[in-house]
Nanobody
């Protein structure tokens, strides 16, 4: 069974940086498409970033583009989310997600329903 565990969240001041990590166990991590999502209380889950398997293509929404960077280390079975210049509106629980692409496709997936496996989340709180 595939399991994902996020870490690295915390309470920080606006303008600083955090790096989240998602450790994946089970299956073959190097073949997974990975994504990060976030959810604030009372709001829908929001796409943050995604990275494909094989060619490591990435995609970001405008809300985080230029500030956040997703990366993966296949040797460590870990995906990271580097978050710079954090803003109060970045406050949310951040979730890591994994998908086994059909037929080895190297898409980046931006919808929550695209993903099969999810972590429990890590809280990021940014004060003004």
């Amino acid at each position: 069974q595939v399991q994902l565990v996020e870490s690295g969240g915390g309470l920080v001041q606006a303008g600083v940086s955090l790096r989240l990590a998602c450790a994946v166990s089970g299956g073959t991590f190097s073949t997974y498409a990975m994504g990060w999502f976030r959810q604030a209380p009372g709001k829908e889950r929001e796409f943050v970033s995604a990275i494909s398997w094989s060619d490591s293509r990435t995609y970001y929404p405008d809300s985080v583009k230029g500030r956040f960077t997703i990366s993966r280390d296949n040797a460590k079975n870990t995906v990271y989310l580097q978050m710079n210049s954090l803003k109060p509106e970045d406050t949310a629980v951040y979730y890591c997600a994994a998908k086994i692409p059909p037929h080895g496709r190297t898409y980046v997936y931006t919808k929550s329903y695209d993903y099969t496996y999810w972590g429990q989340g890590t809280q990021v709180t940014v004060s003004s």
